[in-house]
C-alpha cells in the first residue's frame, strides 16, 4: 500500500514537468523530422487547394479568413472589382458550397500556419480577416 501511495505522489508530483516538455520535444521532433510534419498533415481534401488551381490565380490574390455575414461582403465587393481571393474557413461545408461555385476556398482554422500556406498566403497581395474578435484567456 505505501509503494502504490509512493507511486502515486511521484506520479502526481512530475505530471506538470512532463506537459512542459511535451510541447518543446514537438517542436524538436517536428524540426528535424520530415516523417513527422508529413504525417502532421491534415488528411482532409478540404484542407488544400485542388491541384487543378493553376498558379497564376494563387499569385496576387487576396485571402480572405472567414466567410461569414460580413465575409460575403468582402467577397462580393473582391468579386465586382474582378479581383481574384481565396476563403480560409472553418466550416467544412460553407468550404464545400464556395468550391462547388468555382471559389477558391481551404478548410481549417486560419491560426494555423498550414491553412494560410494553403492559401497561398506567401504569393497573397493582402490578408483581410472578416472573423469576430476571440478573447483568449491565459492562466
Do not use: K
Request: charge should be positive.
Amino acid at each position: 500500500m505505501s509503494l502504490i501511495l509512493a507511486g502515486a505522489l511521484i506520479s502526481i508530483s512530475l505530471n506538470h514537468l512532463v506537459f512542459q516538455a511535451v510541447e518543446p520535444a514537438q517542436a524538436w521532433i517536428r524540426s528535424r523530422s520530415r516523417l513527422a510534419r508529413t504525417l502532421e498533415r491534415p488528411a482532409d481534401p478540404l484542407a488544400e487547394l485542388p491541384r487543378s488551381v493553376a498558379s497564376h490565380e494563387v499569385t496576387g490574390h487576396v485571402v480572405l479568413v472567414g466567410y461569414g455575414r460580413v465575409g460575403q461582403r468582402i467577397a462580393e465587393a473582391l468579386a465586382e472589382h474582378g479581383l481574384r481571393f481565396a476563403v480560409a474557413e472553418q466550416n467544412r461545408e460553407l468550404v464545400e458550397t464556395l468550391r462547388a461555385r468555382g471559389i477558391h476556398a481551404v478548410a481549417g482554422d486560419a491560426a494555423e500556419p498550414a491553412v494560410l500556406i494553403q492559401a497561398h498566403i506567401a504569393r497573397a497581395r493582402i490578408l483581410v480577416i472578416a472573423t469576430p474578435i476571440r478573447c483568449v484567456r491565459v492562466a
